[in-house]
Protein backbone atom coordinates (compact mmCIF):
# COMPACT_ATOMS: atom_id res chain seq x y z
CA UNK A 1 0.00 0.00 0.00
CA UNK A 2 1.22 3.52 -0.91
CA UNK A 3 -0.65 6.25 0.98
CA UNK A 4 -0.59 9.96 -1.04
CA UNK A 5 -1.21 13.70 0.47
CA UNK A 6 -1.58 16.51 -1.64
CA UNK A 7 -0.35 19.70 0.12
CA UNK A 8 0.18 23.07 -1.45
CA UNK A 9 -1.13 26.20 -2.75
CA UNK A 10 -5.10 27.09 -3.51
CA UNK A 11 -5.06 30.23 -5.64
CA UNK A 12 -3.36 32.19 -7.98
CA UNK A 13 -4.19 34.68 -10.34
CA UNK A 14 -4.11 34.34 -14.35
CA UNK A 15 -0.22 34.39 -14.90
CA UNK A 16 0.55 33.51 -11.52
CA UNK A 17 2.25 30.49 -10.17
CA UNK A 18 1.69 27.86 -7.29
CA UNK A 19 3.63 24.50 -6.35
CA UNK A 20 1.67 21.49 -5.12
CA UNK A 21 3.29 18.83 -3.32
CA UNK A 22 2.92 15.37 -2.49
CA UNK A 23 3.88 13.28 0.30
CA UNK A 24 4.48 9.45 -0.84
CA UNK A 25 4.84 7.12 2.14
CA UNK A 26 3.89 3.54 2.55
CA UNK A 27 5.28 0.17 1.06
CA UNK A 28 8.78 0.29 -1.21
CA UNK A 29 7.21 3.04 -4.05
CA UNK A 30 11.32 3.70 -5.07
CA UNK A 31 10.75 1.80 -8.47
CA UNK A 32 7.24 3.50 -8.98
CA UNK A 33 6.05 6.26 -11.51
CA UNK A 34 4.30 9.18 -9.68
CA UNK A 35 2.24 11.44 -11.36
CA UNK A 36 -0.20 14.50 -11.42
CA UNK A 37 -3.84 14.35 -12.76
CA UNK A 38 -6.64 16.98 -12.64
CA UNK A 39 -10.24 17.37 -13.01
CA UNK A 40 -13.04 15.41 -12.44
CA UNK A 41 -12.06 12.92 -15.18
CA UNK A 42 -8.28 12.70 -14.07
CA UNK A 43 -6.60 14.40 -17.08
CA UNK A 44 -2.63 13.72 -16.94
CA UNK A 45 -0.55 16.66 -16.34
CA UNK A 46 2.27 15.16 -15.66
CA UNK A 47 4.49 11.96 -14.18
CA UNK A 48 7.87 11.09 -13.24
CA UNK A 49 9.85 7.97 -12.61
CA UNK A 50 10.78 8.10 -8.60
CA UNK A 51 14.22 6.30 -9.47
CA UNK A 52 14.70 7.34 -13.40
CA UNK A 53 13.43 11.01 -13.11
CA UNK A 54 12.89 10.71 -16.46
CA UNK A 55 9.67 12.72 -16.87
CA UNK A 56 6.34 12.89 -19.49
CA UNK A 57 3.98 16.08 -20.26
CA UNK A 58 0.71 16.53 -21.17
CA UNK A 59 1.27 19.07 -24.28
CA UNK A 60 -1.12 21.44 -22.72
CA UNK A 61 1.42 22.51 -19.59
CA UNK A 62 4.55 22.01 -21.44
CA UNK A 63 6.65 24.81 -21.21
CA UNK A 64 4.41 25.67 -18.26
CA UNK A 65 4.22 23.26 -15.43
CA UNK A 66 7.46 21.14 -13.79
CA UNK A 67 7.29 17.46 -12.27
CA UNK A 68 10.26 16.76 -9.77
CA UNK A 69 10.85 14.85 -6.44
CA UNK A 70 12.83 14.78 -3.50
CA UNK A 71 13.61 11.46 -2.95
CA UNK A 72 15.15 12.34 0.87
CA UNK A 73 12.23 13.82 1.77
CA UNK A 74 9.73 11.38 -0.16
CA UNK A 75 8.06 14.16 -1.78
CA UNK A 76 6.65 14.79 -5.47
CA UNK A 77 6.10 18.64 -6.45
CA UNK A 78 4.25 20.29 -9.34
CA UNK A 79 5.63 23.84 -9.83
CA UNK A 80 2.95 25.36 -12.16
CA UNK A 81 3.66 29.00 -14.05
CA UNK A 82 2.03 31.15 -16.14
CA UNK A 83 -1.29 29.70 -14.87
CA UNK A 84 -4.26 30.39 -17.03
CA UNK A 85 -7.94 30.14 -15.94
CA UNK A 86 -8.50 26.67 -17.51
CA UNK A 87 -6.15 24.96 -15.04
CA UNK A 88 -8.65 25.34 -12.51
CA UNK A 89 -9.72 21.98 -11.26
CA UNK A 90 -8.55 19.14 -8.18
CA UNK A 91 -5.33 18.19 -8.82
CA UNK A 92 -4.33 14.40 -7.52
CA UNK A 93 -1.68 12.40 -7.17
CA UNK A 94 -0.75 9.39 -8.06
CA UNK A 95 1.52 6.41 -8.19
CA UNK A 96 1.77 3.46 -10.95
CA UNK A 97 3.46 0.22 -9.65
CA UNK A 98 4.43 -1.20 -12.55
CA UNK A 99 6.30 1.63 -14.16
CA UNK A 100 9.13 0.56 -15.76
CA UNK A 101 12.75 2.07 -15.48
CA UNK A 102 14.15 4.26 -17.43
CA UNK A 103 11.07 4.71 -19.58
CA UNK A 104 8.54 7.49 -19.84
CA UNK A 105 5.83 6.92 -16.99
CA UNK A 106 2.35 5.90 -17.93
CA UNK A 107 0.00 8.85 -19.02
CA UNK A 108 -3.41 7.26 -18.87
CA UNK A 109 -4.75 7.33 -15.63
CA UNK A 110 -5.78 3.20 -15.79
CA UNK A 111 -2.08 2.49 -15.11
CA UNK A 112 -1.89 4.20 -12.17
CA UNK A 113 -2.76 2.06 -8.73
CA UNK A 114 -2.97 4.72 -5.48
CA UNK A 115 -4.51 8.23 -5.36
CA UNK A 116 -4.47 11.08 -2.87
CA UNK A 117 -7.35 12.41 -2.19
CA UNK A 118 -7.17 15.59 -4.31
CA UNK A 119 -6.67 19.22 -3.80
CA UNK A 120 -8.31 22.24 -5.34
CA UNK A 121 -6.52 24.63 -7.33
CA UNK A 122 -8.07 28.06 -8.82
CA UNK A 123 -6.73 30.22 -10.95
CA UNK A 124 -8.84 33.42 -11.55
CA UNK A 125 -9.10 35.58 -14.65
Known amino acids: QVHLVESGGRSAPAGGSLTLSCAVS????????LGWFRHSDREFVAAIGW?????RYAESVKGRFTISRDIAKNTLYLQMNNLKPEDTGVYYC?????????????????????WGQGIQVTVSS
Open 94 to 114: AAESDYLSPHQPAPVKSSYDY
Open 26 to 33: GRSFSNYG
Open 51 to 55: NSGTS
